[in-house]
Protein backbone atom coordinates (compact mmCIF):
# COMPACT_ATOMS: atom_id res chain seq x y z
CA UNK A 1 0.00 0.00 0.00
CA UNK A 2 1.08 3.84 -0.51
CA UNK A 3 0.61 6.08 2.11
CA UNK A 4 -1.09 8.06 -0.68
CA UNK A 5 -3.89 5.34 -0.72
CA UNK A 6 -4.78 5.72 2.82
CA UNK A 7 -6.35 9.06 1.57
CA UNK A 8 -9.80 7.88 1.04
CA UNK A 9 -9.54 6.68 4.70
CA UNK A 10 -8.86 9.65 6.03
CA UNK A 11 -11.72 11.14 4.45
CA UNK A 12 -14.00 8.31 5.49
CA UNK A 13 -12.63 9.87 9.01
CA UNK A 14 -13.65 13.33 8.26
CA UNK A 15 -17.06 11.86 6.91
CA UNK A 16 -18.11 9.33 10.13
CA UNK A 17 -16.93 12.27 12.15
CA UNK A 18 -19.16 14.58 10.04
CA UNK A 19 -16.78 17.67 9.88
CA UNK A 20 -16.94 19.48 6.70
CA UNK A 21 -13.49 20.46 4.73
CA UNK A 22 -12.91 23.83 6.72
CA UNK A 23 -13.39 22.08 9.83
CA UNK A 24 -10.84 19.26 9.54
CA UNK A 25 -8.35 21.39 7.57
CA UNK A 26 -8.42 23.70 10.44
CA UNK A 27 -8.19 20.80 12.96
CA UNK A 28 -5.19 19.81 10.80
CA UNK A 29 -3.53 22.92 10.35
CA UNK A 30 -4.12 22.82 7.11
CA UNK A 31 -5.88 24.56 4.38
CA UNK A 32 -8.98 23.44 3.19
CA UNK A 33 -7.75 23.80 -0.57
CA UNK A 34 -4.84 21.95 0.69
CA UNK A 35 -7.00 19.38 2.20
CA UNK A 36 -9.74 18.96 -0.91
CA UNK A 37 -6.56 18.40 -3.06
CA UNK A 38 -5.21 15.54 -1.17
CA UNK A 39 -8.64 13.73 -0.42
CA UNK A 40 -9.01 13.69 -4.17
CA UNK A 41 -5.46 12.93 -4.99
CA UNK A 42 -3.92 15.69 -6.77
CA UNK A 43 -1.24 15.81 -3.34
CA UNK A 44 0.49 13.73 -1.45
CA UNK A 45 0.04 12.87 1.94
CA UNK A 46 2.88 13.80 4.20
CA UNK A 47 4.55 11.87 7.00
CA UNK A 48 3.89 15.30 8.80
CA UNK A 49 -0.03 14.51 7.90
CA UNK A 50 0.08 11.41 8.26
CA UNK A 51 1.19 11.93 12.69
CA UNK A 52 -1.54 15.36 12.75
CA UNK A 53 -4.12 12.52 11.85
CA UNK A 54 -2.94 10.01 14.60
CA UNK A 55 -2.89 12.52 16.61
CA UNK A 56 -6.16 13.66 15.75
CA UNK A 57 -8.12 10.23 16.18
CA UNK A 58 -6.07 9.18 18.49
CA UNK A 59 -4.80 6.20 16.53
CA UNK A 60 -1.27 4.95 15.72
CA UNK A 61 -0.37 4.25 12.00
CA UNK A 62 -0.43 0.70 11.96
CA UNK A 63 -4.43 0.96 13.09
CA UNK A 64 -4.89 3.86 10.58
CA UNK A 65 -3.48 1.27 7.74
CA UNK A 66 -5.49 -1.54 8.99
CA UNK A 67 -8.56 0.41 9.03
CA UNK A 68 -7.88 1.23 5.17
CA UNK A 69 -7.37 -2.48 4.70
CA UNK A 70 -10.83 -3.05 6.25
CA UNK A 71 -12.81 -0.61 4.76
CA UNK A 72 -11.03 -1.88 0.88
CA UNK A 73 -12.29 -4.98 1.82
CA UNK A 74 -15.94 -4.12 2.84
CA UNK A 75 -16.61 -1.49 -0.10
CA UNK A 76 -15.12 -4.49 -2.70
CA UNK A 77 -17.75 -7.19 -0.59
CA UNK A 78 -20.80 -4.07 -1.16
CA UNK A 79 -19.52 -3.54 -4.34
CA UNK A 80 -20.08 -7.21 -5.06
CA UNK A 81 -23.13 -7.78 -3.58
CA UNK A 82 -24.72 -4.75 -5.27
CA UNK A 83 -23.32 -5.87 -9.08
CA UNK A 84 -25.08 -9.43 -7.95
CA UNK A 85 -28.47 -8.16 -7.43
Request: charged share 25%; net charge positive; hydrophobic share 40%.
Amino acid sequence: MHLSDIRHTFRMIRLYNRFNLKEMSKKLGISMAHLSQIESGQKKITIDLFERYENLTGLPADDLINLHGDLVKLFHQVNLRIMED
